[in-house]
């Protein structure tokens, strides 16, 4: 499965347009995240546990919005959109993934 950010993909032709597809991913902060995060912060460097979590729901998400395209018959996901949201009073994050999926030849 192709998946791009821009709205072409070099070399191919898109030979159908068949829908939006979408992914999302939910991570809590917890407790001792939130400690070892202080520590870093106090002694500097950067807080690995929450890039490595990120990471993680960024990936789950990407995984989502595959799927859903290689169920409606696609082999490319283009136009590719990732947000990144709080939810839960701040106690969330939220990261979606979004494009179109298509057929190419």
Same mark, same amino acid.
């Given at each position: 499965?192709l998946?791009?950010?821009?709205?072409?993909?070099?070399?191919?032709?898109?030979?159908?347009?068949?829908g939006?597809?979408?992914?999302?991913?939910?991570? %809590? #902060? !917890?407790? =001792?995240?939130?400690?070892?995060?202080?520590?870093?912060?106090?002694?500097? &460097?950067?807080?690995? @546990?929450?890039?490595?979590?990120?990471?993680?729901?960024k990936?789950?998400?990407?995984?989502e919005m595959?799927?859903?395209?290689?169920?409606? %018959? #696609? !082999?490319? =996901?283009?136009?590719?959109?990732?947000?990144?949201e709080?939810?839960?009073? &701040?106690?969330?994050? @939220?990261?979606?993934?979004?494009?179109?999926?298509?057929?190419?030849?």
């Amino acid at each position: 499965m192709l998946i791009t950010t821009t709205s072409t993909l070099e070399g191919k032709q898109i030979t159908r347009y068949i829908g939006l597809v979408s992914g999302e991913a939910i991570i %809590g #902060a !917890n407790i =001792v995240k939130d400690f070892f995060a202080g520590i870093t912060d106090i002694v500097g &460097g950067r807080a690995g @546990m929450y890039e490595k979590s990120l990471r993680d729901a960024k990936n789950i998400a990407i995984e989502e919005m595959t799927q859903m395209a290689r169920q409606m %018959g #696609a !082999n490319a =996901v283009i136009g590719v959109d990732l947000d990144y949201e709080t939810v839960g009073n &701040g106690s969330m994050l @939220m990261v979606s993934a979004s494009g179109t999926a298509v057929i190419t030849n």
